[in-house]
């Protein structure tokens, strides 16, 4: 099998944890309901317990919504699992993930918009696009839309400022903070594990 494709174990076993929560979900109506309930995060609502700052992260809310998610995630994730090793690659979805939530929870708060549900895994998946461009500054990207190259360092700051304009303004129905905050908690961890020598880049 040409080495491209294959996928190491953490980013393949996130990819179908996500796809079999998103099949149950969208094939059993039971099913959907429950993870929807005690899965997504309620922020400020009645449902709300700690454990959804972890759970969220594995349910999408339509197709389009975990496809994206799970092809940035195998795009980008295959290189960082590689360099960073499968734990430490844990460790850092997880943190980026967690600490979206917290500061979409912190936005939402001091903006009067609570209560609110949070579902997906971007959070995670723009922390490791910040890793990417972090650590391969002049690797080029191509864009689908448009499609034009890119290099990464380039990709990451455009898109990092569109997200907090538009969280900023309240553009759509999508947690924007979240992906800003998986970018500045991704952002925070690589610098302590390089400060203390754990990664180079």
């Known amino acids: 099998m040409n080495s491209y494709f294959q996928t190491p174990p953490v980013v393949k076993n996130l990819i179908i944890i996500n796809a079999l929560v998103y099949m149950a979900t969208a094939l059993i109506q039971p099913a ?4 929807m309930e005690y ?45 960073l090793g499968s734990k430490r690659f844990l460790t850092y979805y997880m943190v980026c993930g967690i600490g979206a939530a ?10 009067g918009e609570l209560p609110m549900s ?15 461009g972090v650590m391969h500054p002049n690797a080029v990207i191509m864009l689908l839309i448009p ?15 569109i997200e907090l304009f538009l969280g900023w303004r309240g553009v759509g129905n999508v947690a924007h903070f979240a992906h800003v905050g998986g970018m500045l908690w991704g952002f925070l961890l690589l610098h302590w594990w390089k400060q203390r020598g754990i990664i180079r880049f």
């Open 118 to 132: 949070l579902v997906g895994a971007s959070g995670a998946v723009m922390g490791l696009l910040l890793a990417f």
């Open 147 to 161: 499609p034009i190259p890119m290099k990464a360092k380039w990709f990451v700051i455009i898109y990092g400022v």
């Open 102 to 111: 917290l500061i979409q929870y912190f936005t939402a708060l001091a903006f």
């Open 39 to 83: 899965c997504a995060l309620w922020l400020g609502a009645p449902l709300f317990h700690s454990y959804q700052f972890v759970t969220y992260m594995f349910v999408h809310a339509n197709f389009e919504h975990i496809f994206f998610n799970m092809f940035a995630l195998w795009m980008f994730g295959r290189t960082l699992e590689y360099e």
């Open 32 to 35: 959907h309901n429950a993870i």
